[in-house]
């Protein structure tokens, strides 16, 4: 089955406390995104890869990091979070230019 | 710049009524539009989108939407609601042929009431 896949879907750590989210995708697309989702806010783009070691910052990208060194993962970095980083993340991926992006399941994150 | 408002935070209609989900976009040039639904604790699923082809574009589970460039707007309807289509839908507006960055609105939830 074409997905995408996100791991862990949640999670509650403390302040400073360095974590991953993994973004996998088997649809062999090119390009992949990071979004988190806050009340009131819609979704905000964190991060997106146009391929392999090519990616770029979206709108809110401050506090976070991103590797794209397979083309099918895509992990999210919180070096130190903070509680403001507390969200809904959603890992996204396409194929080419101008085509509807496909979104994961979300990864709850709260961060105390 | 791109922008979208949802012109409304909720909408509740009870089965069987139409369902009007209202959006406004603003775009320097004729954008890429897409309605994307979100059920309760599941991802984002396309329901529609608009590419400069066809201004009435129908999508899955009855949903259909007008571009109208006039209006500035790109509205989702449905003729019968369904109790399955409680859940929160979002307006997304993209340059055209680039959906490298997709500009969300901030969400419509949709109630229906048997």
């Known amino acids: 089955e074409a997905q995408v896949t996100q791991n862990p879907r949640y999670l509650i750590t403390v302040t400073g406390k360095k974590l991953t989210v993994t973004c996998s995708q088997n649809m062999n697309h090119e390009y992949m995104s990071w979004y988190r989702q806050d009340p009131g806010l819609g979704l905000r783009q964190i991060y997106y890869?146009?391929?392999?070691?090519?990616?770029d910052k979206g709108d809110v990208p401050e506090g976070y990091k991103v590797s794209r060194k397979e083309k099918r993962n895509f992990p999210l970095i919180l070096e130190s979070p903070s509680p403001n980083q507390t969200s809904l993340y959603f890992c996204?991926?396409?194929?080419?230019?101008?085509?509807?992006?496909?979104f994961g399941p979300g990864t709850r994150l709260t961060v105390l | 710049a791109q922008s979208v408002t949802q012109l409304d935070s909720h909408v509740s209609v009870s089965e069987g009524t139409p369902v009007l989900l209202r959006c406004n976009y603003s775009s320097s040039y004729s954008p890429s539009l897409f309605w994307y639904v979100q059920h309760p604790n599941k991802g984002l699923q396309l329901l529609l989108k608009?590419?400069?082809?066809?201004?009435l574009v129908k999508g899955i589970n009855g949903f259909e939407a007008e571009f109208k460039k006039s209006e500035t707007s790109f509205h989702l309807t449905k003729p019968s609601a369904h109790m399955s289509d409680a859940a929160e839908y979002f307006c997304?507006?993209?340059?055209?042929?680039?959906?490298?960055?997709?500009?969300f609105g901030t969400g419509t939830r949709l109630q229906v009431f048997p």
């Open positions: 997304v507006v993209s340059r055209p042929y680039n959906t490298d960055k997709l500009i």
């Open positions: 996204a991926s396409r194929v080419g230019t101008g085509n509807e992006q496909f």
């Open positions: 608009y590419t400069s082809a066809a201004t």
């Open positions: 890869s146009m391929n392999v070691e090519v990616t």
